[in-house]
């Protein structure tokens, strides 16, 4: 079956008629209720047994303080003493702004270069596959592994990256012992870890946009650049956003990689968030106040998502 | 026409761009399949030139305190039966939230659930999914793994099939509807074939996601139903971390998620050229 | 005790898993089948370098006793989460727990663990097991771990630090064994001919008792320490002594004029990977890692690292700080599994279990192998500096939030190192918190005037 669909040549107007037909015509849609409920049951079920349950539980123990005895767990009500004691504990504050920096520096790295590798595959007519198989590899590496590997690339006395500078006349540098290389050092790891991801969201979106709207605007003679601004960029804005949700969320976790790299170090360079949670929560076996940190956590960037979502909504409607 | 036209016209300078950043991808994970063929020792003192040993390889996959080749059943199974759980329930899911009458407030808390589930961090988590396990006597099996990493990769999946739904053109299903299609049929042969290579892309990550991961799996497996990351995490030691067999274990993990992806390569392709709406 | 050996079944257990097991254990073992035939039991322990040693000695068990261990293998990083998950649970899914000297006193405090002794009475210690530290014996009602306690572990693995020394360069030096500290430096110092070779390597990174692991021998073995009397329930805070300052001065010393450059970011693996590339003169190293200095495979310097105790001053004794592994029996698991449990145990501890484990490549728990000639062997040259040292093995923490004070210690002994603060600031610093994390917890502590 096909169906054509008039495009205008510019690509505002075309998304705001998708959507605004959209909006009009869901309500004839929709009419068997079964059906609406049937196959959204499987997804409700499994996020209310396997979600709910696991964060009320976490919640309810940051009011507490749980030690053990005699076998039995003893709960001491606290009220809100956990989360008052967040503030003065000066490895959060470390962790936070490290994770903040490592957050924004990831991020906009993986998307970065995602972006431009996605859009250069696109382009290209010869050995696509080549390319999108070689892109996608790292991913497929176990998050300890790249960290152990690049621990030993990283390596001042052995390492791979020291002795390739070192044929270029530059002196070794101690990748994870200096801080002011260190998180940067992190940084990088993650953007080779994660850019894959990227490069394969980017790139199913950029393949499955219309292509009549490109023919029309080399019609019109635009530049790559005018492309890329006012056709392709706009046409990509839910995916930028998705993708950009989902690196930034993950890379609140991240802990892989530091663990095995750092620890930490040195001093607290690369102290990362969920770093000082695994420590309180695990290694020191805190766990009202590991939980109040998670939940605590969990807060800030959903309110950072939320602020992200806002602007956008707001910037969408008045383009 | 101008040296700079030719080479513009070729394609040239896309080319090489894209050749370094292979190269910056592939030096990495050709070191660690090298790696695996090394003597710890040749592999610390930085020598670039070595003879290939296979002892590594074969402790990982013959030793007697190695399980690696039933660590490696057990991570398929669970990757590609979450996976195909996961996807399933999600555009499923997906499809009824965003094209189904359902008050906005639903939907909104429903995504935005499962996108602050998405910022757990997964340590805590694995603790109350093992206990929750151990009530119900599931804790040596795989399917509480199972059911954990779809559950886990459940937000994600979410998402990017609800960008995909919406893009299927709704007088599409508005003509289906008006011929009388009932919604399994308008599912399957309207709007399946045009998510395809989005489901495709869905599919491999999250089958990487559930392969690669580790903390979960740890809590909720035990010697039998191990997977390939809690084997390889073994190699990563109190007292050193065993290069050369991690290195192996990486190599040959690396393995299944590779055919995947060239198998889910041409079928993006596939999906592309044949569902495309001109 | 001897159990029976004729072919009575005691009214201990059940053999599990056929007769013909049963046959095999009165049969074949003959005379060295000294353990009652028991139910099967799982283990919880951590893949290590000395864990295939572990797994040859249980599977001589097996051939002579017949009874079945189950060996559930971790990486380390998490097994102390798979313990407590199963100590936690209304019903354990390991009866022995191999349990770290880091998380031991957790589980002991806890009450995770039932003492040996509740489970048999009869249970008598082999007068030749290294006690370590007096860890294996635990008051529940004082809290506090002496001989006057429950038995409630047996070592699995005495795992201490030694010096790690080049044998070689000391021979084409002419140097003698360090024993005290100025004589470490003055070794070091001979034999630091940067960046071929370093006097020392130490190991300066923070991570989890890591700096901190590496600074106890020269603390305690200057006679400073951290606490007051930890025995007696006194958690005086003494870090920021004079003899804490003498400590920590040394040691920074020796990094700056005989150790590595970036001694603040080296790690275990690093000052290994030093020592097995021959790049170190001097490592102290726990001695579980001395099967990898022999190794062609892994080690350059095959048959030149020689041990000795870690150095102390003059008039004191040898410090040793542990890193052992203890052997529990969970307290939430069915009855014939604990009795099975501590028959195990007590085949373990014994010599002829402990001459099979080393000669499988493990460390031996027992000095009556250390007597034996096959500690003249020069495969085991390490035997006799650690039978040496292991009597004065020091138990760093005796509470269960230790490791809240060993990421103190780590940060800020990592600062030191690496040169942001001064030595006094540090001690004094990491005391004062240190003191603040023991009142917490309400332990009787007090504190030290800072130092200047």
Redesign the interface.
Known sequence: MTVVVSPSADAASFKRARRTGNARRRCHHGDDVVWRWAIFSPALLLMLALSVLPLANLVFTSFYDVTWAQGQAIWTPRGFANYAALPGDALLRAGLVNTLIFAAGAVAGQMLMGFVLALLCSRVTRGQVFYRTLFILPILIPGIVVGAIWKLMFNYDFGLLNQAIGLLGFAAQNWLGTQQTALASVILVDIWHWTPFCFLLFLAGIESLPQDIYEAAEIDGASLWQELRYVTLPLMLPTIMVTFAFRLMVAFKVFDEVYLLTGGGPGTATEVLSFTIYQRFFTENRLGYGAAMSVMVIFLVSILLVTGLSVRRRAAVVA | MSLLTALRRHGVAKHAALIAAAAIVVVPVVWVVAAGFRTQISLLMGAFWFTPVLASFNEVLFSKTSDFLVNYRNSLVVGLTSTALCLMVATLAAWSLHRMRWPTWVVHVFLGWALVFHMMPPIALASAWFTMARAVGLDSTLLSLVLAHTVLNLPMALWLMGVYVRDVPIELEEAARIDGASTPTLLWRIVLPIIAPGLAAAAVLSFVFSWNEFAVALNLTVKATATVPVAIAKFAQEYEIRYTQMAASAALSILPALILLLFAQRYIVKGLTQGAVK | MKPATSGRVTRRGVVVGGGALAATAFGAGGHRARAAVAEPISVVI????W??SF?QTVELYEKQTGNKV?????????S???QR?S???AKG?YDLLVMNSGWFA?LY????VEAITDIDPSFKLDPDVYTLGDTIWFDPVKKVMTPAGKLMSIPISPLIPLLYYRGDLYKGAGLSVAETFAELEANAGKLNHPPGVYGIVQRG????A?VSFDFYPYLYGFGGGIFKDQAAGDYTVTLNSETGRTALDYYLRLAKQAGHP?T???????V???M??G?AAHIMM?I??WS?MDD?????VVDKVEFAPPPHAPGLPTAPGLGHWLGGVS??VPDGRKRAAVEFLRWFQGKDAQLANVKAGGIPINAAVYRDPIAEEHRYRWMKPLAAALPHAINIYQF??A??VT?ILD?GL??AV?G?ITVADALNSMSEQIYGVMGKYDYKTGKLPPLR
């Open positions: 951590n893949q290590s370098p864990f295939d797994r189950d060996l559930d293998v971790n990486p380390f990083a998490g102390l989460e798979k998950n100590v936690r649970a899914q957790e405090f806890g009450g995770f990174a923070r991570g989890t890591s970036k603040a970011s080296l790690d275990q693996a690093d290994i990977q030093n097995v590339t790049k726990v579980a890692a990898q062609p495979n892994k080690s350059a307290r939430n269960p939030q490791s809240e990421a940060l990592n600062r690496a942001e």
